[in-house]
C-alpha cells in the first residue's frame, strides 16, 4: 500500500510545484490578447492533438459560453477531420481548416500541446504547419505548452510555459495544466460576459 500512498503524495506535490513556477505574466498577457481579440469581434480557433484536442473541445465551450468570443476547433467535427485526414493528409489537415474557415489577422490561433510540434523531428507537424499559414495572415498565436515549449514558443505571440518537474509526468502535468491556465484565463472579470 505505500507505493500508492507515496505516488499519491509526489503526484500532488508535482502539482502543486508545476502551479508555483508557470508565469503568471504569460498568463495575463494571454488574457489582455483575448480582450483585444473579443474587442475586435474576432474569432478563437483551438487546435491540439491527443489528449490536448480533447482538451480543445472542452475550451471551445468554456470562451464561447463565459466569455462570448466566437471559439471552433476542428477536432469537434470528426466527418471532416477524417476526411481531410484521408484525402490531404494528417499534416495539412489544421491548415486547411484554417483555410476554409477563412483565417484572417482580426483571428487568434491557440495551440494545446505537449511538446509544441516540431518538423524536425516530425512531431505533431500538423500544428508548426498550420502555425505558418496563421503567420502568413498575421494571426495572433497563443499556446499552453510543455517541454521547450516547441515551435507553438518560438512563434506565439504569447505562450504560456508548464514547467517540467518530473520526465515521467510531462504529459500529465501538460494537459492537466491546460485545462487549470484556460478556466483561470476564461473566468478572468476582463473576460466574462
Given at each position: 500500500?505505500?507505493?500508492?500512498?507515496?505516488?499519491?503524495?509526489?503526484?500532488?506535490?508535482?502539482?502543486?510545484?508545476?502551479?508555483?513556477?508557470?508565469?503568471?505574466?504569460?498568463?495575463?498577457?494571454?488574457?489582455?490578447?483575448?480582450?483585444?481579440?473579443?474587442?475586435?469581434?474576432?474569432?478563437?480557433?483551438?487546435?491540439?492533438?491527443?489528449?490536448?484536442?480533447?482538451?480543445?473541445?472542452?475550451a471551445v465551450n468554456d470562451f464561447r459560453k463565459i466569455c462570448n468570443i466566437e471559439?471552433?476547433?476542428?477536432?469537434?467535427?470528426?466527418?471532416?477531420?477524417?476526411?481531410?485526414?484521408?484525402?490531404?493528409?494528417?499534416?495539412?489537415?489544421?491548415?486547411?481548416?484554417?483555410?476554409?474557415?477563412?483565417?484572417?489577422?482580426?483571428?487568434?490561433?491557440?495551440?494545446?500541446?505537449?511538446?509544441?510540434?516540431?518538423?524536425?523531428?516530425?512531431?505533431?507537424?500538423?500544428?508548426?504547419?498550420?502555425?505558418?499559414?496563421?503567420?502568413?495572415?498575421?494571426?495572433?498565436?497563443?499556446?499552453?505548452?510543455?517541454?521547450?515549449?516547441?515551435?507553438?514558443?518560438?512563434?506565439?505571440?504569447?505562450?504560456?510555459?508548464?514547467?517540467?518537474?518530473?520526465?515521467?509526468?510531462?504529459?500529465?502535468?501538460?494537459?492537466?495544466?491546460?485545462?487549470?491556465?484556460?478556466?483561470?484565463?476564461?473566468?478572468?472579470?476582463?473576460?466574462?460576459?
Amino acid at each position: 500500500m505505500s507505493i500508492i500512498t507515496n505516488y499519491t503524495q509526489e503526484y500532488m506535490d508535482g502539482i502543486a510545484e508545476v502551479a508555483g513556477k508557470i508565469s503568471k505574466n504569460d498568463i495575463n498577457d494571454t488574457i489582455k490578447a483575448l480582450v483585444a481579440l473579443k474587442k475586435r469581434k474576432g474569432r478563437l480557433f483551438l487546435i491540439g492533438v491527443g489528449g490536448s484536442a480533447a482538451n480543445c473541445s472542452h475550451a471551445v465551450n468554456d470562451f464561447r459560453k463565459i466569455c462570448n468570443i466566437e471559439t471552433y476547433t476542428p477536432v469537434d467535427n470528426v466527418s471532416e477531420l477524417t476526411a481531410r485526414t484521408n484525402d490531404d493528409g494528417w499534416d495539412s489537415v489544421f491548415v486547411n481548416w484554417l483555410i476554409g474557415s477563412h483565417l484572417s489577422k482580426k483571428d487568434a490561433i491557440m495551440v494545446f500541446s505537449v511538446g509544441g510540434g516540431n518538423l524536425e523531428t516530425n512531431i505533431s507537424t500538423n500544428i508548426p504547419k498550420a502555425l505558418e499559414y496563421a503567420k502568413k495572415k498575421g494571426t495572433v498565436i497563443l499556446g499552453i505548452v510543455s517541454r521547450d515549449g516547441g515551435y507553438t514558443k518560438k512563434v506565439a505571440t504569447h505562450c504560456v510555459l508548464i514547467p517540467i518537474i518530473t520526465d515521467d509526468k510531462i504529459t500529465a502535468f501538460a494537459e492537466a495544466y491546460q485545462a487549470v491556465v484556460w478556466h483561470g484565463i476564461a473566468n478572468c472579470p476582463a473576460l466574462v460576459g
